[in-house]
């Protein structure tokens, strides 16, 4: 069992930046590969960022791909979120998820755990 708790969203004009963590309890961190997910109002959820166990291998949206930067740290339990350069439409609440195994995924179906979610705005 792991346990997700997202934080550092809210509201940032166009432009600005962002840092979401998501700290994890429970299991062994390195033990999963990490993502990062959003659901904007009306919308159905989608895959914003991944990493693997290591922090070595990542993968992202084309929407984001040079804006937003996923690392982690281990030793702390931490996934992070950089989100630079941010825009309207990257308004939605952001999810932290854990996927058993340590290679990355786009696939949210391959995530079984699930952070309560942290509401990023974006103002134009």
């Known amino acids: 069992q792991v346990q997700l708790v997202e934080s550092g969203g809210g509201l940032v004009q166009a432009g600005g930046s962002l840092r979401l963590s998501c700290v994890a309890s429970?299991?062994?961190?390195?033990?999963?590969?990490m993502g990062w997910f959003r659901q904007a109002p009306g919308k159905e959820r989608e895959f914003v960022a991944t990493?693997?166990?290591?922090?070595?291998?990542?993968y992202y949206a084309d929407s984001v791909k040079g804006r937003f930067t996923i690392s982690r740290d281990n030793a702390k339990n931490v996934v992070y979120l950089q989100m630079n350069s941010l825009k309207p439409e990257d308004t939605a609440v952001y999810y932290c998820?854990?996927?058993?195994?340590?290679?990355?995924?786009?696939?949210?179906?391959?995530?079984?755990?699930w952070g309560q979610g942290t509401q990023v705005t974006v103002s134009s």
């Open positions: 990493i693997n166990w290591s922090g070595r291998g990542t």
């Open positions: 429970g299991r062994t961190f390195s033990n999963y590969a």
């Open positions: 998820a854990a996927r058993v195994g340590g290679l990355y995924s786009a696939n949210e179906g391959g995530y079984g755990y």
